[in-house]
């Protein structure tokens, strides 16, 4: 999809030591979403021709404070400081396995300081690198933070998808017999139980972002202790949570004071009677002349309409505590077993998906079937302490998690890929792994590792809670992004030509320029405009250096920073 040349895949300083939650978050944002990759791609081609920004050249100026940020992620920007922990002193890195990628864009650049960025994001919105977070709520917060100029490439790709719930009610009506011979043709009967089934159809809604999988009550308690205990799949958590029925609790809905326009109606016999209610046919009572109330049960489900062709689920995974209980608390420790294990595909069917569903679901899925994996992230709970202190954590809860980022190297053409075809990325650290141990990681399972200083074992749990499914890319399926971001190129240019005049009618403006302002002694500062107040007639500026000030701009000495 384009020329990606100008790539570069950096570690992020974890500056707080808790900051993981936000660094997984822009690795996510920038390399496993193929439209805002590919925005950002385009950016960068469009100011600099070949893309090739890594020679100091300043960023461009997208009007977005978040945009600029990723800009100068993604192309190596050398318009701040790094940390020392560059390349130099990591064994691990992307560069060192080049004859196992297939795509050149793929660059090692030193580890990047994400200080600016992040105290931007504390201070303009909320969103906290020095307390721990959870790191899929952080990038769909980072997804609106794009708004404006992605609104309609993040419609068309992460928030494409399209359910509406669907109301099944239930009531015995009548029993018949049916005569039938048997082998012998001797006459029997046999009693069949017709049942009233109404149905009420919701609106269809905006799909959840992301998605959430988890088991039901009911599939829970359907599966024997030994299924538990095997690997489970997530395409059938996928299909629980899309079509597996549940009993509406609390109060009977209101069936017999409805209007006949808002459901419809029919009759059905035994064998149509969902599975989730067959254990509650006691309480279905047959309606006669002499009685009185009728007794209704309900079930509710999710009808999916569309596949979104960027597609982020969040798997469900026990809380830490459990974890480290099922692990620890076993009598075979040196060969723990499985904890929440989930089967991950790299690829899967999206027309299958949509299959479920049919025929009630009136509409089609995307165009393109294979949904590849473009990237996770993990959680990781250390289990290296010792027993006493796993007790003393199991008594106060106080566990710590980490997250990491699992990226995709390239978009493989068939459907195997090469030995080392993805990224694992932890804070500074980038290694390449397999499919083998990717599928490992992505699933569920405890890695032992040696120390480097010392003859002592580190041990870790690494599971995926978010996983990141995109189309495959093919070029008739992608028009539409590319006709969007050339939509948002264009607006682009033709807001630098007339900002110089709009500027003096509206402050707001300024927001996202980048600018040096004179201090004491003649010295200017570098900062970006994150935020104008009309109460006051400010704005406010966030220094290169983390510092937050607000200025009447117009009493300043200002050197605006050409785009």
Not at 158 to 170: D, I, S
Not at 438 to 448: F, I, K, P, Q, R
């Amino acid at each position: 999809m384009g020329d990606e040349t100008a790539f570069t895949v950096r570690g992020i300083d974890n500056i707080s030591n808790v900051s993981c939650h936000v660094s997984c978050a822009i690795q996510i944002l920038c390399h496993a979403i193929p439209p805002i990759r590919q925005l950002l791609l385009s950016l960068l081609d469009h100011y600099h021709g070949t893309g090739e920004t890594n020679n100091g050249t300043t960023i461009p100026n997208s009007h977005n404070v978040l945009v600029n940020e990723l800009l100068d992620f993604v192309s190596g920007g050398s318009s701040r400081p790094h940390s020392n922990s560059s390349s130099s002193n990591n064994n691990n890195n992307i560069s060192s396995n080049n004859n196992n990628r297939h795509d050149e864009s793929w660059t090692l650049f030193s580890t990047w300081n994400p200080r600016r960025l992040f105290t931007y994001l504390k201070y303009c919105h909320n969103i906290d690198y020095e307390q721990v977070g959870d790191p899929s709520t952080t990038l769909i917060r980072l997804l609106h933070l794009l708004i404006p100029p992605c609104e309609t490439l993040l419609k068309q790709s992460v928030w494409e998808g399209q359910t509406r719930q669907v109301l099944e009610g239930y009531r015995r009506f009548q029993t018949s017999t049916i005569t039938t011979n048997d082998d012998n043709d001797d006459i029997v009967h046999h009693l069949c139980q017709d049942y009233l089934q109404r149905t009420k159809y919701g609106k269809i809604k905006d799909m959840a972002c992301p998605l959430v999988l988890r088991e039901t009550t009911s599939s829970k308690t359907q599966r024997t202790q030994q299924q538990q205990q095997q690997q489970q799949s997530m395409l059938n958590l996928l299909q629980h949570c899309t079509t597996e029925p549940q009993v509406v609790q609390g109060l009977e809905y209101p069936w017999e004071t409805m209007e006949a326009d808002t459901f419809t109606e029919c009759m059905v016999d035994q064998s149509y009677l969902p599975t989730i209610l067959k254990c509650h046919d006691d309480d279905l009572q047959p309606t006669t002349a002499a009685t009185a109330t009728t007794t209704w049960m309900t079930i509710k489900r999710t009808e999916l309409h569309r596949v979104p062709r960027v597609w982020l689920l969040h798997v469900e995974r026990p809380r830490p505590l459990e974890i480290i209980q099922n692990l620890w608390m076993e009598s075979d420790r040196t060969n723990p077993p499985p904890v929440s294990s989930v089967e991950v595909p790299f690829v899967f069917d999206a027309e299958t998906v949509h299959a479920w569903h049919a025929p009630t679901s009136s509409s089609s899925p995307v165009a393109a079937t294979r949904m590849l994996l473009q990237g996770a992230i993990l959680q990781v709970i250390d289990l290296t302490d010792d027993d006493d202190d796993v007790a003393a954590e199991l008594l106060e809860e106080e566990i710590e998690v980490h997250s990491v980022a699992l990226l995709r190297c390239f978009a493989p053409h068939e459907e195997s890929s090469s030995p080392s075809s993805w990224v694992l990325i932890d804070d500074e650290q980038r290694i390449t792994i397999d499919d083998d141990r990717a599928s490992m990681l992505l699933a569920g399972s405890v890695e032992t590792q040696p120390n480097s200083n010392d003859d002592t074992e580190s041990k870790a749990y690494y599971g995926a809670t978010l996983l990141v499914y995109a189309i495959s890319e093919e070029e008739e399926v992608q028009q539409d992004w590319m006709d969007t971001i050339n939509e948002i190129l264009q607006s682009l240019v033709k807001k630098e030509d007339n900002e110089d005049k709009s500027i003096a009618s509206n402050p707001e403006n300024l927001v996202g320029r980048r600018l040096k302002i004179k201090w004491a002694k003649g010295k200017y500062y570098p900062g970006v405009v994150t935020r104008y107040d009309a109460s006051n007639g400010k704005h406010q500026v966030l220094y290169d250096d983390g510092d937050v000030k607000e200025y009447v701009l117009a009493k300043k000495t200002i050197e605006w920073e050409k785009d």
